[in-house]
Nanobody, 127 residues
Framework: EVQLVESGGGLVQAGGSLRLSCAAS????????IGWFRQAPGEEREGVSC????????YYADSVKGRFTISSDNAKNTVYLQMNSLKPEDTAVYYC????????????????????WGQGTQVTVSS
């Protein structure tokens, strides 16, 4: 059974940092793309970043480039999202998602089409 468990969310002031974790199980980690997505109240879910999802391995939405960094610890089957210089507009529920890497590389790195999803973790950035 595939499981994705996010952690690390919380309340932080603007300009602060958080690190989200996504612990994965139930599939061969190296064969899968892992993406981070977020959804703010009343908004559509949007892609933030992903790893093993594109030819250059990582991919970022323009809104987070230079502020967020995605990384993985393959020994722990865990993907991290380091979020620095947080802004109030980063407030959302953050989800990690997984799908077979070749599928994502064909469909596109940050489309909301991943097969497996975690339950989400709330990130709130106060001004």
């Amino acid at each position: 059974e595939v499981q994705l468990v996010e952690s690390g969310g919380g309340l932080v002031q603007a300009g602060g940092s958080l690190r989200l974790s996504c612990a994965a199980s139930g599939f061969t980690f190296d064969d899968y793309a892992i993406g981070w997505f977020r959804q703010a109240p009343g908004e559509e879910r949007e892609g933030v970043s992903c790893i093993n999802c594109a030819d250059n391995s990582t991919y970022y939405a323009d809104s987070v480039k230079g502020r967020f960094t995605i990384s993985s610890d393959n020994a722990k089957n865990t993907v991290y999202l380091q979020m620095n210089s947080l802004k109030p507009e980063d407030t959302a529920v953050y989800y990690c998602a997984a799908d077979f890497a070749p599928t994502i590389k064909t469909l596109g790195p940050l489309l909301v089409l991943y097969e497996y999803w975690g339950q989400g973790t709330q990130v709130t950035v106060s001004s």
